[in-house]
């Protein structure tokens, strides 16, 4: 068993509209998270919270400084930092409100979720495109398998661009060893493990840069598989290289998988989105990729092990 597959999924968290939802009526502050203070954060910054609360409720006893935070994101302060801008630029910084301007980059996106939780460990954001929530899994499952936390929560949160495939919300995980899971009684929703890559844009443009593409999936998917063949969803932004993904995992499987298209949005929520949905479903290993015309590419294999 791998340091990443020996830590379990003990919480979820998902905080996102459901179809037909009013975008502007959704989420209701002070019924998700009560209290003073939470109305003036940031949408992702609330959507954030929430979805830690949920994922967090069945916590363990970890001492603060040994918890550690992964965050991802891609547009979750992008409105508030516009605003910001536009302040600045038509009536100047002394009319910035004193409430957002702490939120100039885009690293304290999770301060109040850090605060509520007494994440102490370490905190790190990452805002790879598209693949960041995956990545974060990644990165944080590297860090709790050095030692350097003893619980750890990963989320993606989004207030999604207007202009194309919105994505509003967030999506928590709650990870911790397998064997202090086991030794309190939890009940684990299953495992993770994630490949992560680049594949420069340049190399797209001839058959045999396309080739050590298609290779480099190939032998992530055989490894996350361990040499199985395991169904496939790719979350599909419709660019190159997300049918350079398609094609590869096709070819490693001989045509054979089942290989399913999730229409991405614009940030990097559906694909923790998916995994989240997948660690709550039918038990049964699977396999996320997430493709971004920039080149990103990450692998997650789900191995879930309960049915809520």
Known sequence: MTPEMD???????????????????WFDVRTRLGGRGYRYLPPAAQYLVAAARDALA???????????????????LTATLDEMDRTVADQGADDLSPARAPFFAINVLGNRLASDH?????????????????EAVQSGLRALSAG??????????EDGLPDRAPE???VALAFEPRAAAEARGARPYGA?????????????????GRD?????????A??????????????????????????????AAGHAAEIRRTPAGNGCLTPMTRLAELLTGPPGDRLIVAAAGEGNLALARVEGSRSC
């Open 7 to 25: 830590a379990v999924v003990t919480g979820i968290g998902v905080v996102v509209p459901e179809a037909g939802d009013d975008p502007a009526t």
């Open 192 to 208: 993770c493990r994630v490949r992560t890559m680049f594949a420069p844009p340049r190399l797209l443009g001839d058959a045999a």
């Open 148 to 157: 350097r936390c003893e619980a750890l929560l990963v989320a993606a949160a």
């Open 212 to 220: 050590r593409i298609g290779a480099a999936i190939r032998a992530a």
């Open 118 to 134: 007494g994440l102490k460990g370490f905190a790190l954001t990452v805002t790879s495109p598209r693949v960041a929530g995956l």
């Open 222 to 251: 055989k490894d996350l598989g361990n040499g199985a063949t395991l169904p496939a969803e790719v979350v599909d932004d419709g660019s190159e290289v997300a049918d350079l993904a398609c094609r590869a995992l096709a070819d």
């Open 58 to 76: 069945g916590a363990g006893d970890v001492p603060e400084d040994r918890r550690g935070a992964v965050l991802a994101t891609n547009n979750g």
């Open 168 to 170: 509003h919300g967030a």
